[in-house]
Nanobody, 124 residues
Framework: AQLVESGGGLVQAGGSLTLSCAAS????????MAWFRQAPGKEREFVLR????????RYEDSLKGRFTISRDNANDVLYLQMNSLKPEDTAVYYC??????????????????WGQGTQVTVSS
């Protein structure tokens, strides 16, 4: 199984970025998917999660309204649309796949597969 993130880069505060996560080697449509991020010197944190069908989405409260998660099960791709970016959004962003639909969805241990991460840097 493999997850490959792309779309990261340098953006000015207030700008937007869309991250993609291409999945292969497993049945993407049967897995809940999530985005996590890790800023320098900080622990990895949950960002958003989407159910296998796309019907249910979970957000980190502080990000709701700026970040949106979506998925394309026909092409095995997960997306993260980030708007109104702030310098504190600077981090490495990771996608992750979980066979568990519910549970402690913010916990990293629940996820079976992880991508290598993509760097997002927001300048002030």
């Amino acid at each position: 199984a493999q997850l490959v993130e792309s779309g990261g880069g340098l953006v000015q505060a207030g700008g937007s970025l869309t991250l993609s996560c291409a999945a292969s080697g497993f049945t993407f449509s049967r897995y809940a998917m999530a985005w996590f991020r890790q800023a320098p010197g900080k622990e990895r944190e949950f960002v958003l999660r989407i159910s296998w069908s796309g019907d249910t989405k979970r957000y980190e409260d502080s990000l709701k309204g700026r970040f949106t998660i979506s998925r394309d099960n026909a092409n095995d791709v997960l997306y993260l649309q980030m708007n109104s970016l702030k310098p504190e959004d600077t981090a490495v962003y990771y996608c992750a796949a979980s066979r568990i639909e519910g549970g402690d969805y913010k916990a990293g241990y629940q996820y079976d597969y992880w991508g290598q991460g993509t760097q997002v840097t927001v300048s002030s």
